[in-house]
């Protein structure tokens, strides 16, 4: 074994990527992981051979490093999948993002006119400010819409109402539109963001396939992932961590190393340092907020429910806020096709009422509400299994940067601790940000200088603006320039000049001539242009008229031009919101 290795704390998708990249290195990892499977949230559990994920988890990636390293991990294991995932409201599947002739014909035409009212009211005098989620929905697709539509979901995810989802959260995946990148991501970025969203890549026998392929290159290459090992302390001397300590079901044990890196969540790690971090340091921790979730997996006898990957439920009528079946996300993830697995997730507080019924009653619920809309009898339930998972999403509260700033200034004092992934950086990453995070601690441990904090800093989770850094740069001033308005007076007048110049030293011209061969020719211009004649003052007059019609003509092209880049624009805009909203869910 290495004199000195690198221990890492958890064995999800940022530790085992951390794991990897230090292998990939000839160093030695060590990771405690305190559950019995690798994976973390993004694992994959199994019950009687019927493969579930914690929510379901679709792979994609803008980063290439990433993307490599899956596919080299499973090679033909690692599917393609063309997404299909409805809105369920009233018994009703609407298409997402909405399309309004299936949102037509499915809300029938009294509520569809009360619809279109509340829409053509928002748009005419839309609120001014647009600082949550409920503002700038309603604005955009009015007050009927958004209750039915984005209020009773949003709520359910993170259980406190619309209006009061602060702009800090809401702006990370509510992006204020540019008209520059719009205009750029429909013009060169389409087809990119169209496939982010219709296409994902999940690996054949769920994501926790390709945590264990990480996990046998690491044990393969000389490192260690010891499961059931859960750390109970840090121990430092205020400037750098000497060990770890850990239990092992009844057995303690303790690990030096060089460097520590972690991924469990950041309010836990401080408070398990000995000793102790200041007063202020714990109550920052104590103050950042998790949403928690839990997994109600039904096994029904059934051959089919339904074709979607995963389903968004707007009823009110019902707790459940999102259906997997996960047989359409691989065949392979249930062993007996007869059946189909769902699963009926909950989002929830840990320790609040939903977290605290038994298995039992939490089965009975989802059966209960499975069959109230309308997916098949309680009876054909043959099986089921609960998962509840703390730490499911960093709720990102009014105060959460703060907190976490002053955690991460304390933290700043030791030099061979990184904390990385979801939890461990109380921010919202998705599995390739957090290998990422993870593979840069690694390269840090040995020497580089990377900034971690950097990734999926921005607002990086909407598609519209991840396919709009992969589009060709454009330079903003040819942009701006080429759809800025037409200015009509100046375009007509300049129009009206040129045309009154042409035909003015047309006349000049065939005069200086002779007025020979063509002027019969020119001459027939007195048939549109009264009293013109190939003279000199003919000439004149016929400024006079060309300029007229050029002026008309130049000034209609500008106003035309102008209308039509206006609507044109306003498409591109309506089509990235509907883009930026459909992700919004996904990310939930
Ligand atoms: C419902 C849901 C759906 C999602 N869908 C997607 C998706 O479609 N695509 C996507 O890319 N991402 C998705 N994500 C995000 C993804 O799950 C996370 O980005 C990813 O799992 C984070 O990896 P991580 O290693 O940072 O943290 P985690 O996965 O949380 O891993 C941390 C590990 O640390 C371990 N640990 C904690 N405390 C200790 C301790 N004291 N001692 C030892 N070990 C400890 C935990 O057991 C865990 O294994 C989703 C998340 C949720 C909640």
């Known amino acids: 074994m290495h004199k000195n290795p690198v221990v890492i704390i958890g064995a999800g998708p940022a530790g085992l990527a951390a794991g990897h990249e230090l292998i990939r290195r000839e160093k030695c990892p060590i990771i405690l992981e305190r559950d019995g499977i690798v994976g973390g949230i993004s694992r994959t559990e199994s019950y009687k051979d019927f493969h579930f994920d914690i929510g379901g988890h679709r792979f994609y990636t803008k980063n290439e490093e990433i993307n490599r390293l899956w596919q080299e991990m499973l090679g033909a294991d690692f599917l393609k999948v063309n997404r299909l995932s409805r809105l369920y409201y009233q018994g009703k599947f609407f298409n997402y993002p909405l399309r309004p002739t299936n949102a037509l014909f499915n809300l029938g035409p009294v509520e569809s006119l009360l619809v279109l009212i509340s829409y ?4 005419l005098s839309p609120q001014p400010q647009e600082n949550s989620f409920e503002e700038w929905v309603v604005n955009r697709f009015g007050e009927r819409l958004y209750r039915t539509f984005f209020k009773t979901y949003t709520e359910k995810v993170w259980g406190i109402p619309c209006k009061e989802i602060r702009a800090d959260w809401a702006a990370q995946r509510i ?4 008209l ?5 991501n429909a013009l060169f970025g389409g087809q990119q963001a169209k496939s982010l969203i219709e296409q994902f890549s999940y690996p054949r026998l769920g994501p926790g396939m390709m945590w264990q392929r990480f996990m046998d290159r690491i044990v393969a290459g000389g490192g260690k992932v010891m499961l059931h090992c859960e750390v109970s302390a840090i121990l430092h001397d205020n400037s750098r961590i000497t060990a770890v300590e850990y239990r092992n079901g009844g057995t303690a044990g303790e690990l030096n190393a060089e460097h520590f890196i972690s991924s469990m969540p950041i309010p836990t790690l401080v408070q398990l340092f000995q000793p102790q971090p200041p007063a202020a340091v714990l109550q920052s921790g104590s103050r950042l907020a998790y949403r928690a979730f839990i997994i109600v997996v039904l096994i029904i006898d059934r051959q089919a429910l339904f074709p979607d990957q995963w389903l968004y439920i707007h009823s009110p009528k019902v707790q459940v806020g999102r259906i997997q079946n996960f047989k359409n996300w691989s065949r392979s993830m249930v ?11 909950y989002f929830c507080n840990e320790n609040d009422s939903t977290w605290k019924r038994t298995d039992h009653e939490l089965v009975e619920m989802a059966t209960r509400e499975m069959e109230e809309m309308g997916f098949g009898p309680a009876s054909q339930v043959i099986d089921s299994y609960v998962v509840r998972q703390s730490h499911a999403y960093p709720v990102y509260d009014s105060t959460y940067k703060q907190n976490l700033l002053t955690i991460r200034n304390y933290l700043d004092n030791f030099s061979n601790l990184q904390t990385i992934g979801r939890s461990g950086m109380h921010r919202y990453n998705n599995m390739d940000h957090s290998m990422q995070t993870g593979i840069l601690a690694a390269k840090n441990s040995c020497g580089e200088h990377h900034d971690i904090w950097a990734v999926n800093e921005e607002k990086s989770y909407l598609e519209e603006d991840k396919a709009a850094r992969e589009t060709p740069i454009v330079p903003e001033k040819i942009l701006i320039r080429a759809f800025a308005r037409m200015d009509k007076l100046a375009f007509a007048v300049a129009v009206g000049t040129v045309c009154g ?3 003015f030293s047309a006349t000049l011209w065939i005069i200086s001539r002779g007025g020979d061969v063509l002027n019969s020719h020119l001459r027939l211009l007195g048939q549109y242009f009264i009293g013109y004649t190939v003279t000199v003052k003919g000439g004149f007059l016929a400024f006079g008229y060309s300029f007229f019609w050029g002026f008309l003509a130049g000034w209609l092209f500008a106003y035309l031009r102008n209308l039509f880049l206006a609507i044109y624009i306003y498409r591109i805009k309506r089509k990235v919101e509907l883009l930026s909203l459909k992700d919004f869910f996904d990310n939930f």
């Open 175 to 178: 992006k204020g539109l540019s």
């Open 120 to 123: 053509c009211r928002a748009r």
């Open 335 to 345: 062993p007996d096709q007869s059946k189909t697995s769902i699963g009926m997730e």
């Open 180 to 184: 520059l990148v719009a205009v750029t």
């Open 501 to 503: 110049l042409l035909v």
